[in-house]
């Protein structure tokens, strides 16, 4: 009763907000529609309602290292900010011509809007892993000129009413639109159990400014604080690869060393780890024959497959107020660099089930 009581009044008093008090902190304004997401008129494939929120499937997962397993994905994915105008059939047409025999190319969340950035959809594209972000841009832009790619930061979060937070509102304004207000640069917002990930204009704003300004604003209200950047790590077996490549006699694959790895090739494969975007430190232990990796979710362009993408089936041309949503997604870090860095220091990983993949299957 107690939690019920509370939720209700931090809901009350952010739509209070929200549908009085337009909040401008850095220059961003809110307008007085509602939350909506898009359906006939968006090339989505899925649609990502904001009624209600289903279980999310990290609740209670600590183990990184499972969330980070040591296979190369084949796909990534990736964030854009587009004009409600888009050309949709020349989007989704250019976006399969993108697809491989590995992986397809396709929306796996949104489009969706909301009237605190007027006139403009968010979404998520899952790509085949070795495409460029810039092809991608280069397909968008056949339907939209102005599409930008979006970085995000992924914050950890122990409020699991926030995410209705967002979605709550009255008087036509929700507190996503109320959040947004924080700053120019902010492009969307989503939270589920345990994260809250913010859309942002490439290095244009930092997670303090967001963490500060968030603060600010809903302290008053009872809201929670959300709370440090998403830093995370992975540990993995890995093996040396002979450096010729070549099969020893009677064998099918590469030569693999069981001896003492090579201390420059230690110290070369951490120092490529340490440079790829969001590592924070990359230890070999030799004796153990693994490799720790310390990532931090905070600006990046690309992430590995979402959590929890939205599946076709839940494609609705209803209202959002009807439709079924799906959990919000949830980004991760994309391990093929790190793998692409040991590989050219010839070492290998073992995988718990070889040739298995991370990433959504082609067609899935």
């Not at 959040?179 to 809250?196: H, P, Q, S």
């Not at 799906?326 to 790190?338: E, I, K, Q, S, Y």
């Amino acid at each position: 009763m107690r939690l019920a009581l509370e939720s209700g009044l931090r809901t009350a008093a952010l739509a209070v907000l929200c549908a009085f008090t337009p909040i401008v902190l850095f220059g961003a304004r809110s307008s007085s529609a509602s939350d909506s997401r898009c359906a006939d008129d968006e090339p989505s494939e899925s649609s990502a309602g904001s009624a209600s929120r289903s279980a999310d499937p990290l609740d209670g997962k600590t183990d990184a290292t499972d969330l980070y397993p040591p296979i190369r994905v084949s796909s990534a994915v990736h964030a854009f900010d587009i004009n409600e105008e888009v050309k949709a059939d020349i989007v989704r047409k250019a976006l399969a011509d993108l697809s491989t025999k590995d992986a397809d190319c396709r929306i796996v969340y949104g489009p969706v809007r909301t009237p605190a950035r007027l006139g403009k959809m968010f979404l998520l594209i899952e790509a085949p892993a070795k495409l460029d972000a810039k092809e991608l841009i280069k397909a968008l832009k056949k339907g939209d000129a102005s599409v930008e790619l979006v970085a995000w930061t992924c914050f950890e979060n122990q409020d699991k009413l926030l995410g209705k937070l967002l979605d709550a509102g009255m008087g036509g304004q929700s507190g996503r639109d109320w959040v947004l207000g924080i700053g120019n640069d902010l492009r969307w917002v989503e939270a589920g159990n345990g994260f809250v990930e913010f859309f942002i204009a490439p290095g244009k704003i930092t997670s303090d400014q967001i963490a500060e300004s968030f603060h600010h604003l809903v302290q008053p209200f009872g809201v929670k604080d959300f709370g440090h950047v998403m830093r995370e790590s992975f540990t993995w077996p890995i093996q040396a690869v002979s450096e010729k490549g070549a099969p020893e006699k009677g064998a099918t694959d590469k030569s693999v060393s069981k001896s003492a790895f090579d201390e420059a090739a230690v110290k070369r494969v951490e120092k490529a780890i340490a440079h790829v975007a969001g590592v924070k430190s990359a230890h070999v232990d030799a004796s153990a024959h693994t490799i720790t990796v310390g990532v931090v979710l905070d600006d990046l362009l690309r992430s590995g497959p979402v959590f929890a993408p939205t599946p076709a089936a839940n494609s609705t041309d209803k209202p959002a107020d009807d439709a079924k949503a799906a959990p919000p997604p949830r980004l991760r870090f994309d391990t093929n660099a790190v793998l692409d860095a040991l590989e050219k220091e010839h070492f290998t990983v073992t995988s718990k089930k070889e040739g298995e993949d991370a990433g959504p299957k082609k067609g899935g």
